[in-house]
């Protein structure tokens, strides 16, 4: 039992939310053995809607303005991770390409924005909580993941701070509801790129089973001093058109299929493509893959219009990887 001073009582709603969150921190130091392992969603209220009906009006909204193309039925996507008054509309050109009758299980990689490691890491919670509902972390494949001696346990303090993972989790509740499946969330690192073809080869086979999806988080060049990055090319014309110019060279090189080819456009460019070690690790899984696979992008937007170098924006892109017809598993096609 713990007990609270009056001085602790709430006189406003943000004082009911501080005094749940005291009284959750206290009892979970306690009880740890009886606390629920749940990632909570930390940026819900702020970088998206944290109200149920609000946030389910509102990609149900931006998937519906989605004409999905034809012939790409999705099993993999890659889709931006800023707050959603930003990118919300482009996810929805990833996620309206997604049949959930086909999956049972979604892997999430997602770049670490705050911890550094030469690795990739597995959350430390049983489940990812989101306004719409949770989702449980699939523990027969983390165990096998964990096996392989090649992956790290983030904490949850880790785990929580971490936004590139969390902004896709309302899209994919959203996308798979009335489906049973479980969750599987990976953070990668800044990895090298021998590191990338090794995960790469190791995450493969999953790819070749058609009942799981891959959800690749990346936002596209972060332009302006305070990303320390001012790449502009004048035959372009305006800022935002070089940057723009600069992404769709990046977009290219990706839907080759090669980490090669992104790997030199990198090394060209550097541009602060923030997931580009989830992008590469996945380009390395297709590598490694039994089934040939084709990406497509279908948008992409930029969260200001730069004409000015004082000026900054973050550009979000959404992309469509599908089974190319004849290489699926047996029934797939």
């Not at 509740?173 to 049973?180: A, K, L, N, Y």
């Not at 972060?222 to 600069?246: A, P, V």
């Amino acid at each position: 039992r713990i007990s609270l001073p009056r001085s602790f009582l709430p006189s406003s709603s943000r004082g009911v939310e501080r005094t749940l969150t005291l009284c959750f921190s206290l009892f979970r130091r306690a009880n740890p053995s009886r606390m629920p392992r749940v990632r909570r969603p930390s940026h819900a209220n702020s970088w998206y809607k944290g109200d149920a009906a609000a946030l389910e009006a509102e990609i149900s909204k931006w998937k519906a303005a989605v004409e999905p193309l034809p012939g790409l039925p999705a099993r993999a996507i890659i889709g931006p991770h800023a707050g959603y008054s930003y990118c919300g509309h482009v996810m929805a050109h990833a996620y309206a390409h997604i049949d959930p009758t086909k999956f049972k299980r979604v892997f999430l990689l997602g770049p670490s924005h705050h911890v550094f490691s030469r690795k990739c890491l597995l959350s430390s919670q049983a489940v990812y909580d989101t306004p719409l509902g949770p989702m449980q972390i699939d523990s027969e494949v983390y165990g096998q993941l964990r096996a392989t001696g090649r992956f790290e346990d983030m904490d949850l303090e880790v785990d929580e701070d971490e936004h590139s993972l969390e902004l896709h989790t309302p899209y994919i509740v959203h996308t798979m509801r009335g489906q049973e499946f479980r969750l599987v969330p990976i953070m990668v690192g800044a990895l090298t790129g021998e590191a990338e073809a090794s995960y790469g080869k190791l995450l493969a086979p999953y790819l070749d089973d058609p009942t799981n999806l891959f959800v690749i988080s990346s936002d596209f060049c972060h332009w302006g001093s305070r990303f320390s990055y001012t790449y502009y090319d004048r035959e372009q014309g305006q800022i935002w058109e070089s940057i723009k110019w600069l992404d769709q060279q990046g977009m290219r090189a990706i839907e080759t299929g090669d980490p090669a080819a992104f790997a030199s456009y990198q090394e060209r460019y550097k541009n602060t493509i923030c997931g580009r070690h989830p992008i590469g690790l996945f380009l390395n899984m297709l590598q490694h893959c039994r089934t040939r696979h084709r990406i497509r992008f279908t948008q992409y937007d930029q969260s200001s219009r730069c004409t000015a170098q004082s000026h900054s924006s973050v550009s979000y892109a959404a992309a469509v990887v599908s089974v190319e017809a004849g290489t699926g598993a047996a029934g797939e096609d």
